[in-house]
């Protein structure tokens, strides 16, 4: 480990002379890259040399030791400099896990009512009011890209963009079979129904990360239309996009402009196929698939919200949150830090039996 810290305080120094070089600052994408990187390394190097500053704190107080008026001092930094260490060690650790290159990036969610019929859709709603409340805690914008609505107001389908500070690293974990179990409004007998809704959650990606040739692109225009097919919009400028070698289809219709739906679609379909490839590649590192929380897949049941019980319980982790309302109106942070910890400790598990 500490020659990789080693390794990582060099290139650092050679950044910080990099990033101030007029020469460089000239070539502004090479020079943005630069400072990027120098930042993701900042607080490594800093937690190292506040390492390196404890061990020398102890070899100093070492020599003074042998002075009668000074030993008492000297033996209190010491004792201070041995406790930091382990910790900052640890702290080491974790800033040296190989970070998920997509999680500063934007998301696009996708909910679909599962099993369970209406009260799966109605579910489906309750999932799209949660992200969408936790969204507005963290002072995100989300757009609504596409949604195809019921007549008692849940949702066959929705699928929307939330984009700020961080989101794929927040909400990554959400990807997977959500599970209710509580007795529908639609349900005159009172008994306890069982539904499900899927979420997927897609980091947004740019132009440069995945290619896609326009001649294998189908596009359709229809009308966007809402609950019970009752037309919306008078023109033709929901936008649906076919990619024909894999048969993705990618559609948005909440915009006015057939332009803009054109290019929320385009967006979603990269996505998409993003998120094919970066499965693809998930698969061939098996060590990876040991050290991490779940695999993103929709068909995996993570978590389930027991409504009788007041219980959210997510299968993962085995944690289970007793405040139902609050966690539905957006107050996801406990769930989500703690499937963060589990996921950094399964990945420093890993890093230490290779």
């Known amino acids: ?76 930094e010491i004792d201070q400099a041995k406790e930091e260490l382990p910790k900052i060690e640890e702290e080491l650790k974790i800033l040296l896990i190989p970070k998920d290159p997509d999680d500063d990036k934007n998301i696009i969610c996708e909910i679909r009512a599962g099993a369970g019929g209406e009260e799966a859709a109605l579910f489906a709603g309750t999932l799209f009011r949660m992200y969408s409340m936790y969204a507005e805690k963290k002072h995100w914008k989300l757009d609504i890209l596409n949604e195809n609505e019921t007549e008692l107001g849940g949702y066959k389908e929705v699928t929307f963009m939330i984009t700020g500070k961080g989101v794929y690293s927040r909400l990554k974990f959400e990807s997977g079979a959500h599970r209710v179990q509580r007795v529908p409004d639609t349900e005159s007998s009172g008994r306890i129904h069982t539904s499900a809704a899927t979420v997927a959650i897609l980091p947004v990606v740019e132009d440069v990360e995945i290619e896609i040739n326009p001649a294998d692109i189908k596009m359709e225009v229809y009308r966007a239309s809402g609950a019970g097919g009752q037309h919306v919009n008078k023109t033709s400028s929901a936008v649906r996009l076919i990619h024909e070698p894999t048969g993705i289809v990618a559609e948005c219709q909440t915009e006015r402009s057939q332009v803009q739906n054109r290019e929320y679609a385009m967006r979603l379909l990269k996505s998409r196929l993003y998120e094919i490839e970066k499965q693809k590649q998930d698969e061939k590192l098996a060590s990876e698939r040991k050290s991490q929380v779940g695999t993103g897949d929709r068909s995996e049941k993570i978590r389930t919200y027991n409504y009788p019980q007041g219980r959210i319980t997510d299968h993962r982790i085995g944690l289970s949150i007793y405040q139902m309302e609050n966690f539905l109106n957006g107050d996801l942070d406990e769930m989500i830090d703690a499937l963060i910890t589990a996921d950094r400790a399964e990945k420093l598990k890993g890093e230490g039996e290779s």
Request: aromatic share 6%; proline share 4%; glycine share 0%.
């Open 1 to 76: 480990m500490f020659q990789r810290l080693e390794d990582v305080e060099k290139r650092y120094d050679e950044l910080t002379v990099k990033i101030s070089d007029p020469e460089e600052i000239a070539k502004t994408n090479s020079w943005q890259k630069l400072m990027k990187e120098h930042s993701e390394l900042t607080p490594i190097v800093e937690k190292y040399r506040e390492y390196k500053k404890a061990e020398q704190t102890i070899e100093e107080n070492q020599e003074l030791l042998k002075d009668p008026e000074l030993r008492e001092l000297a033996q209190l």
